[in-house]
């Protein structure tokens, strides 16, 4: 018993690697753009190099679904490694990439692989944390992706010191040997208890599958809940650093470091305090995580009224460290909360439509903020983002209501 208690720290531990490779990897390209562009020249147009940064985010947007499906049916430690290893070769082949074509089905191959990790993961987690670790155990888990994302930053740095082809090679044989460990120490779990002489009964089709998420009320609830955040969730990633500039009357080599850093720190802080208490409200009250949760996104209000309408160093910095810390709770709550009302026979699939909506949503709000941008109406638009997530919180805390810490079928 107690060894298994040590093992289940130890996925946590093999998968904060994958997560930060995830993460770090997808976000290279976009800060070695100026060391690119001297060998592919249809990078030095910003239309070409948003073609390459999209086809990227609407095939992970597509596969999401499809990744999580594929999670409920096969072994999961299979799909982790082999999404790793091709993810990780695709990355080490864009740094012997020449043209602008290789890059962009390079980068769409990127969208596939990188998509049928994240269900597959969070569903395996689950499996191995119940009730008293799970949401501390994701909130670690996301923090790989907080350190991937602020360690992808870096690309430019490596690149400047050795070559852009480097940098994708030295970071793509990392993953594949990466893989190799998770080949040796990751093991499969499934939590399907059968009697002995039972009769093993097969896993549901696609239709089933898919037929009970959508009849079940409480799961389109989360995928709204889910989706609204992401709104200012993926505008925050990627018009953060212009907002600081614009409202702080700074350059973007200050402006970018200071909001990064400070929307990485505070999300850091804010998964691992928001999994700890969920974990610990669950067992006193069974709605523990939603309300965790909500106080998490609750932060995230005043928030966006103030990062978008504040002209002061404090206000500013203050705001995202709130909204960071804020989202941090939320985001360590999702996959929780599913388990209360989805069984672990679909919750990757669950999952996985709900990244799907995710994804897309940042996708427009991300064209959104571009033309709020050209107008002049960034902080604006970004106070206004605060009157939906008061929407979803309203709707969260009025419907759901789970019956159960973990939901079992009958």
């Known amino acids: 018993m107690k060894k298994e208690g040590t093992y289940k720290w130890m996925v946590v531990g093999l998968l904060w690697g994958v997560a930060l490779l995830n993460y770090m990897d997808r976000q290279m390209l976009s800060t070695m753009k100026p060391s690119m562009m001297i060998d592919i020249a249809e990078l030095r147009s910003a239309t070409n190099f948003g073609y390459l940064m999209a086809i990227f985010l609407w095939i992970y947007g597509f596969m999401s679904p499809v990744s999580g499906i594929i999670a409920d049916r096969i072994n999961r430690k299979w799909l982790i490694v082999g999404s790793l290893f091709v993810w990780s070769a695709v990355t080490l082949t864009m740094g012997l990439a020449t043209s602008f074509n ?31 670790t799970r949401s501390l155990a994701i909130g670690i888990h996301m923090t790989g992706l907080y350190m991937g994302q602020a360690l992808g930053g870096f690309g430019a740095t490596i690149a400047a010191a050795f070559s852009w082809q480097k940098t994708f090679m030295y970071f ?58 992401s709104l200012p969730g993926w505008g925050v990633k990627n018009w953060m650093p212009t907002l600081f500039s614009e409202n702080l009357h700074i350059d973007m080599s200050r402006a970018g470091p200071m909001s990064t850093i400070t929307i990485a720190a505070s999300s850091f802080l804010g998964v691992i305090f928001g999994g700890y208490l969920s974990d610990k409200w669950v067992q006193q009250n069974i709605r523990g995580r939603i309300y965790t949760s909500a106080i998490g996104l609750s932060l995230t209000i005043p928030a966006l009224i103030l990062v978008g309408m504040g002209h002061s160093m404090l206000a500013v910095i203050g705001a995202a460290f709130c909204f960071g810390f804020g989202y941090g709770m939320f985001d360590a709550n999702n996959m929780p909360i599913l388990c209360q009302f989805v069984s672990a026979k679909h919750r990757a699939s669950a999952y996985g439509l709900m990244n799907m909506v995710g994804v897309f949503a940042g996708a427009l709000i991300t064209d959104w903020l571009g033309k709020s941008t050209d107008a002049g109406n960034l902080g604006k638009d970004f106070a206004m983002m605060s009157v939906i997530i008061v929407m979803a919180l309203l709707l969260n805390l009025f419907f759901l209501r789970p019956k159960s810490k973990e939901f079992v079928d009958q």
Request: charged share 15%; hydrophobic share 55%.
């Open 102 to 132: 290789q890059l962009y089905w390079l980068r769409a191959l990127m969208g596939v692989s990188e998509a049928l990790y994240i269900p597959a993961a969070l569903s395996l987690i689950a499996d191995y944390h119940q009730d008293k």
């Open 172 to 229: 793509g044989f990392a993953g594949i040997f990466y893989a190799v460990i998770l080949i040796l120490f990751l093991k499969e779990k499934r939590n399907t208890e059968v009697e002995p002489s039972a009769t093993i009964v097969p896993r549901p089709s696609v239709f089933k599958g898919l037929t009970v998420l959508f009849s079940n009320i409480a799961f389109w609830i989360i995928v709204f809940y889910f989706a609204v955040p």
